[in-house]
């Protein structure tokens, strides 16, 4: 049974930090295009970064987030760094191989004094 597990999100305050995980399960994770999106409120989802052989950061995103990945423990992670009312979002991991593509049940992230 394929498997995205996200975990990490939460209430943080403006210029803090968060880190998201996403454990994957029941395919060939190291063979895939690992990408984070997320879906502010009342707007539509967006890129956030992109991991493959190379590492892309959406406009705005590069400098604060960093995404990583671990083949040996099939897990993904994004560090969210100076974090912004704006930031505040439901993010989603992503795993895609040009046929497949799945889809994390998405975390909330809320950037908030």
């Known amino acids: 049974q394929v498997q995205l597990m996200e975990s990490g999100g939460g209430l943080v305050q403006p210029g803090g930090s968060l880190r998201h995980s996403c454990l994957a399960s029941?395919?060939?994770?190291?063979?895939?295009?690992i990408e984070w999106y997320r879906q502010p409120p009342g707007k539509e989802r967006e890129l956030v970064a992109r991991?493959?052989?190379?590492?892309n950061y959406a406009n705005g995103m590069k400098g604060r987030f960093t995404i990583s990945r671990d083949n040996a423990k099939n897990t993904v992670y994004l560090q969210m760094n100076s974090l912004r009312p704006e930031d505040t979002a439901v993010y989603y991991c992503?795993?895609?191989?040009?046929?497949?593509?799945?889809w994390g049940q998405g975390t909330q992230v809320t950037v908030s004094s």
């Open positions: 992503n795993a895609k191989n040009g046929v497949k593509d799945y």
């Open positions: 991991e493959s052989h190379w590492t």
């Open positions: 029941g395919f060939t994770f190291s063979t895939y295009v």
